[in-house]
């Protein structure tokens, strides 16, 4: 809706702007030309309303600018200009019928009556009424309609460029709210790793591509020891904090090797292709790090983790009942250790 609001005001700018050169250029022309400076009045007129509407900025301006130019100061145009073309008709009215895009509902049906109205008086004059429009020689003639075409392509490609701008911001805020969808549905807000919806299709696809069938690849269930003492004790803004430095030292020393993310509230979930050895390493220096870590009450912090490796025919249900065995038997032998199977 903000895109759609800022096209059209952009629009009604670069129409006024036009409207404004158009102005300029017809008194320089006619100056050279030597007319009656009375023809040049209304372009005057139109200048000085320009700059005004230009000023404000104002929906309400703007379209009280568009009926006046379209019931009196177009009509005075072909008069004064010596009553275009048919051709030349057909594109300032084809211009003027986008200016009704601009504006809703009863603004919008308005502007549309004075355009078949203006359409109206326009057709009288030229075929009842030609007496009042002025003649010029068909040198003249031949110039105007120059004019006017170089206009109306000037124009066109300002317009162009206009909803090309637009659309180019508009496929960038798209892409933008792309990706912040993405990383909504397969992050976690708090700690920036993936979610359990994340997890469970990258172990699906995983399972579904055999992949384990070639290479040893592991599933890590990883849960904060006494984490509801921690919590209860210091506050759950404390226990985030602690999940958010838990998550990062996950990364540090798993992250580049693996595809982490939380399982629960205080549960991480992380699948792995490290051979066994390395595996032992970068846990222990996990277990390590965890360490280092306190809590409000100067209290180390600890781990416990059961590690499974996936074998042929494995589903999802039993890979995760294999680990979580190994998780709560690590608790029961006393907290702060990792069991393979």
């Given amino acids: ?24 250029l017809s008194i320089f022309s006619n100056l050279l030309l030597k007319f009656d400076f009375v023809i040049n009045i209304k372009w005057i007129i139109i200048m000085i309303s320009s700059i005004f509407v230009l000023s404000y900025d104002k929906t309400s301006i703007y379209f009280y600018y568009f009926i006046t130019l379209i019931l009196i100061f177009v009509p005075l ?28 509902s009863k603004r919008k049906l308005f502007l549309t009556i004075s355009l078949f109205i203006s359409l109206v008086i326009i057709l009288n004059i030229n075929y ?6 002025r003649v010029y020689s068909d040198n003249i003639k031949y110039y105007d309609t120059i004019f006017q075409v170089f206009l109306v392509f000037i124009f066109s490609c300002l317009a162009l460029n206009v909803f090309c701008n637009i659309h180019k911001k508009n496929q960038i805020l798209l892409k933008e709210a792309n990706e912040k969808l993405t990383k909504f ?38 849960d904060i020891d006494d ?12 226990g985030d904090k602690i999940i958010k430095e838990i998550s990062n030292a996950i990364k540090n020393y798993l992250g580049n090797y693996s595809f982490v993310a939380r399982w629960g509230g205080d549960e991480f979930a992380i699948i ?70």
């Avoid at 390395?278 to 809590?295: A, E, M, P, Q």
């Fill in 1 to 24: 809706m903000g895109n759609e609001k800022e096209l059209k005001r952009k629009f009604s700018k670069l129409f006024v702007m036009g409207i404004f050169s158009l102005s300029f």
């Fill in 77 to 104: 145009g072909f008069i004064d200009s010596g009553g275009n073309l048919p051709i030349s008709i057909s594109y300032i009215y084809m211009l003027l019928f986008l200016v009704v895009y601009l504006f809703e």
């Fill in 128 to 133: 009842f009424h030609r007496e009042i429009v």
């Fill in 185 to 222: 549905a397969m992050y976690d807000s708090l700690t920036n790793v993936y979610n359990r919806r994340a997890f469970d299709d990258r172990l699906i696809s995983l399972l579904n591509s055999n992949e384990h069938l070639y290479e040893d690849i592991w599933l890590l269930l990883i």
């Fill in 227 to 238: 984490f509801k003492i921690i919590n209860d004790e210091c506050g759950h803004d404390e």
């Fill in 272 to 341: 792995t292709n490290l051979p066994y050895v390395k595996l032992h390493r970068k846990v222990d220096l996990l277990f390590n790090k965890i360490l280092s870590l306190k809590t409000c009450n100067n209290k180390k912090i600890t781990i416990s983790c059961g590690i499974t490796k996936l074998i042929p025919d494995d589903e999802i249900n039993q890979i995760f009942i294999r680990a979580d065995k190994l998780l709560y038997k690590a608790k029961e032998l006393g907290k702060n250790r990792y069991l393979f199977d």
